[in-house]
């Protein structure tokens, strides 16, 4: 029976850049979702493309103030996260990616 292999959401738990219990459900993004954002720059993986397959996460601010989903607030992205959290969600977007994958 045919198993589509690549699932469309994927979790990974973010305790190594935001403590104990927390995680990042990504989703991902369609052709059509992929398009816009990839005609507007030379990159695969910018900024833009990661903020759209953020579709759920429980990370917060140095106040401890929830963060707005990327999915639905980009800005975050660029205002709110410093460079080591960006680099952390590319690489587990990519290590998961990769492991929720199976090599045929």
């Known amino acids: 029976m045919p198993e589509r292999k ?6 990974v738990d973010s305790s190594e850049v935001q403590g ?16 816009p ?10 900024t833009d493309l990661l903020a759209a397959s953020i579709v759920e ?7 401890g103030d929830p963060l707005p989903i ?3 607030d980009p800005d975050v992205m660029k205002t709110v996260l410093v460079h080591e959290e960006i680099n952390w969600l590319t690489s ?4 998961a990616a990769d492991k929720a994958n199976p090599k045929n």
Do not use: I, Q
């Not at 690549?6 to 979790?11: A, N, T, V």
């Not at 996460?57 to 106040?63: A, E, G, R």
């Not at 587990?92 to 290590?95: C, D, V």
């Open 92 to 95: 587990a977007y990519t290590r």
């Open 70 to 72: 990327p999915n639905s």
């Open 20 to 35: 104990e219990g927390s995680y990042v459900k990504f989703c991902r993004l369609t052709y059509g979702e992929m398009r």
């Open 6 to 11: 690549y699932k469309r959401f994927f979790e």
């Open 37 to 46: 954002l990839l005609e507007r720059t030379e990159t695969l993986l910018t």
């Open 57 to 63: 996460w429980n990370w917060v601010d140095d106040n």
